[in-house]
């Protein structure tokens, strides 16, 4: 059986859009109402997948995310790589000053916050873009990255700033 090029080359986007659904349902049924009581661990519990954003080092390496047919320059790959790198450094410091409580470690979350949701703007949007041209041209890893583990990042992101903006007196207590 072949499928339709045009299927074929969305099925990025539709693995994408599962993937997000999976996650923010996952996050629904099992996380939230484990920790919405406790604003600090929910952040926490949020924060702690983005300590692996170093797996976008990944964009060093051609022969593991081989998308330099999809026309990226090796400057605008390192600059993925390195957006990746610098967000899962501020996720540890923004986990650890909460995990000690220290003053001002809600201000570390929303630089962490902004910082790694515009490398996804820079990095996740224009990769998702170009992959319409050839899916398969990212490899099986750079597939199960943009495909279940950017997913999981961006819902972990939005939630993260729906909790810093939530005025919900339950939400909004100290760890």
């Given at each position: 059986m072949?499928?339709?090029p045009l299927i074929v080359s969305n099925l990025h986007v539709?693995?994408?859009a599962l993937a997000i659904i999976s996650w923010?349902?996952?996050y629904f049924v099992f996380v939230r109402p484990a920790v919405a009581h406790d604003r600090d661990l929910h952040l926490k519990v949020l924060i702690a997948p983005h300590l692996f954003r170093y797996l976008g080092l990944i964009t060093f390496f051609p022969v593991l995310f081989p998308v330099q047919s999809l026309g990226f320059s090796p400057e605008y790959l390192a600059q993925i790589g390195l957006g990746d790198a610098i967000s899962g450094v501020l996720a540890l410091i923004a986990l650890i000053a909460l995990a000690v409580r220290m003053p001002g470690a809600v201000l570390l979350v929303w630089i962490f916050n902004i910082v790694g949701m515009a490398d996804?703007?820079?990095a996740g949007l224009s990769m998702m873009g170009k992959l319409s041209a050839d899916p398969s041209s990212v490899g099986p890893l750079g597939w199960v990255?943009?495909?279940l583990y950017l997913p999981m990042l961006t819902v972990s992101h939005f939630v993260i700033f729906w909790v810093l903006l939530s005025r919900d007196s339950a939400s909004a207590k100290p760890a």
């Open positions: 072949t499928l339709d539709v693995s994408a923010t349902t996952i996804f703007a820079n990255l943009l495909t």
